[in-house]
């Protein structure tokens, strides 16, 4: 259900963007640049917040470009789950969760999952 819910949100995006225009992504491509465990600092410098706090983590992530959308389920078996269409990142999200456990999911599904994995071999082998 997950997963149909994502496919309606790919088409609806489409049409989206034929008509509006929308954000440009612009989550930063660390295939080139190394994280280090010693800097955790700089991590936040790479998505331009400093050290300041994030008042409302789905305005960041769609003014950063990516495409935000809601899973219409009753269910606890799905928190949420994140992935690249070409090179626009979606990030999708359980409403059925507290707004605390979204605030959590739509953090560590976006920033964790859309950048540190992006360049990871997908199962099929290809690159993402």
Do not use: C
């Not at 930063?28 to 706090?53: T, V």
């Not at 789950?81 to 999911?105: C, E, G, I, Q």
């Amino acid at each position: 259900m997950a997963l149909s819910q994502g496919t309606i949100a790919l088409h609806f995006t489409r049409w989206l963007e034929e008509r509006f225009e929308l954000p440009q992504p612009m989550l930063p491509d660390l295939s080139r640049n190394r994280i280090q465990k010693r800097q955790p600092k700089r991590y936040g410098a790479y998505g331009g917040l400093e050290n300041l706090p994030i008042r409302n983590m789905i305005h960041l992530l769609e003014a950063k470009g990516a495409r935000v959308f809601s899973l219409a389920m009753n269910t606890k078996h799905v928190d949420a789950y994140s992935m690249w269409k070409s090179t626009t990142p979606f990030v999708f999200l359980n409403t059925y969760k507290s707004s605390a456990h979204s605030r959590f999911d739509a953090a560590q599904t976006s920033w964790g999952i859309l950048w540190l994995h992006k360049h990871a071999p997908r199962r099929d082998g290809k690159q993402n």
